[in-house]
């Protein structure tokens, strides 16, 4: 029965007509165009953690103008060739995240705008409503640009969050989308340290470089650890493979190399899951070291066992 069906369709595609007769009782099924899922759910102890896709797009221009600065164009192209993905283009993801303690939901980060967060949000089955905090990692259009909807505030029974040297850095030195999207919550915004817990298990850890206060934060449950990265590592095979390339959008990119190799490492030693805002959707991989470097190794069903 299977194989029928195979024959019928691989002739349909190179359009047999007398098999395409043949098959003519059959009304076609319209292409529907790619289909990526929008959350991903799993367990850690007894926590629950959703990766939540807000949006995704293909870049097509000069991504070693992006990650790899200081390497010539040979090299970034050979190095991609090897990984099989092409050099001249590649494809974006934003990742928010929610924690679900079983008190309390955490959304960390939300995406470049409020819309796909929230759509995200609503197919995972949370509404924006239920998060009880939000934590930034670091103050990026693409993370904090979620914070405000048409309407007002996306998370409107939500308290924030962020690291205390990033706060300052903007407040001195901040842009439009800073003052549009958290200025406003200056009064009310929680600082917080490297060391600190947002709840009991979630707790910060600094990851300076990307920006001057950037954050990372490690969850842990009953045993089980994961980190939460942000974007100390923003490309699976041109970061991790290479750490010392250069960032476009790394604030210090000495500092930023030293904070990949540091984490990169701890979390190959550990054998630890992180999830990456900008790694490869679902997000969630190990860190395996290769070379002078280190090998991203996308998480398979580990988190259903
Ligand atoms: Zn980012």
Request: net charge negative; charged share 20%.
């Amino acid at each position: 029965m299977k194989k029928s069906l195979f024959i019928k369709r691989r002739n349909f595609i190179i359009g047999s007509s007398a098999l395409v007769s043949a098959t003519a009782s059959q009304a076609s099924a319209p292409l529907l165009g790619p289909s990526i899922s929008n959350f991903r759910r799993f367990q850690l102890g007894n926590f629950e953690i959703t990766t939540i896709l807000s949006g995704t797009r293909t870049i097509n221009n000069d991504p070693q103008g992006i990650f790899g600065l200081n390497v010539s164009k040979e090299v970034f192209s050979e190095v991609s060739k090897n990984n099989n993905i092409p050099d001249d283009r590649f494809q974006m993801f934003y990742t928010p995240t929610v924690v679900n303690t079983g008190n309390e939901l955490i959304l960390f980060d939300t995406g470049q705008n409020s819309e796909g967060t929230e759509t995200a949000l609503i197919s995972a089955g949370y509404y924006p409503d239920q998060i009880d905090k939000v934590v930034l990692t670091h103050f990026h259009g693409d993370h904090i640009g979620g914070l405000r909807n048409s309407k007002g505030r996306t998370f409107k029974n939500a308290s924030y969050y962020c690291g205390e040297l990033e706060y300052e850095e903007w407040d001195f030195s901040g842009n439009d989308t800073f003052e549009q999207m958290v200025r406003p919550l200056e009064d009310e915004i929680s600082m917080i340290n490297p060391g600190d817990d947002i709840v009991s298990g979630v707790t910060a850890m600094a990851a300076y470089g990307h920006t001057p206060g950037h954050l990372a934060f490690i969850i842990e449950s009953n045993g089980k650890q994961l980190l939460l990265g942000g974007d100390f590592a923003n490309h699976y095979v041109w970061s991790l493979a290479y750490p010392d390339w250069e960032l476009r959008f790394d604030r210090d990119r000495e500092m930023a190399a030293k904070t990949r190799r540091k984490i990169l490492s701890m979390l190959a030693y550990e054998k630890m899951p992180f999830i990456g805002y900008h790694m490869p959707w679902p997000g969630l991989g190990y860190v395996d070291t290769h070379n002078d470097g280190y090998h991203y190794n996308a998480a398979s069903y580990q988190m259903m066992l």
